[in-house]
């Protein structure tokens, strides 16, 4: 029980430190990064709760956290890459 619960505190200092870099982060790249912090500490969190109750229904869950992660992920990255395109929108 006591990895368990050095596996849920370094989880959610992991999710504090990701939760500022994405509201804080200076660039959008900083933001990604953020947003990938928090999904790795939501996964481990899950795990941990799969670990310490014994039930495979939190193993479907980090399942689903490291899709809707990986999808997010490359959906900011492909917005990050084209930019704005609309010319009337940018800034001089």
Same mark, same amino acid.
Request: aromatic fraction near 8%; glycine fraction near 10%.
């Given at each position: 029980?006591?990895?368990?619960?050095?596996?849920v505190?370094?989880?959610?200092?992991?999710?504090?430190?990701?939760?500022?870099?994405?509201?804080?982060?200076?660039?959008?790249?900083? @933001?990604? $990064?953020? +947003? =990938? /912090?928090?999904?790795?500490? !939501?996964? %481990?969190?899950?795990l941990?709760?799969?670990?310490?109750?014994? @039930?495979? $229904?939190? +193993? =479907? /869950?980090?399942?689903?956290? !490291?899709? %809707?992660?990986?999808?997010?992920?490359?959906?900011?990255?492909?917005?990050?890459?084209?930019? =704005?395109?609309?010319?009337?929108?940018?800034?001089?």
């Amino acid at each position: 029980m006591n990895l368990i619960m050095l596996f849920v505190v370094m989880a959610g200092a992991s999710a504090l430190m990701g939760a500022w870099r994405l509201l804080s982060g200076p660039t959008q790249t900083d @933001r990604v $990064v953020g +947003l =990938d /912090v928090l999904f790795a500490a !939501a996964i %481990v969190a899950s795990l941990c709760a799969a670990w310490a109750s014994g @039930r495979t $229904v939190f +193993l =479907d /869950v980090a399942i689903g956290l !490291a899709l %809707v992660g990986f999808v997010a992920t490359l959906a900011w990255a492909r917005m990050i890459g084209h930019g =704005d395109r609309d010319p009337a929108r940018r800034r001089p």
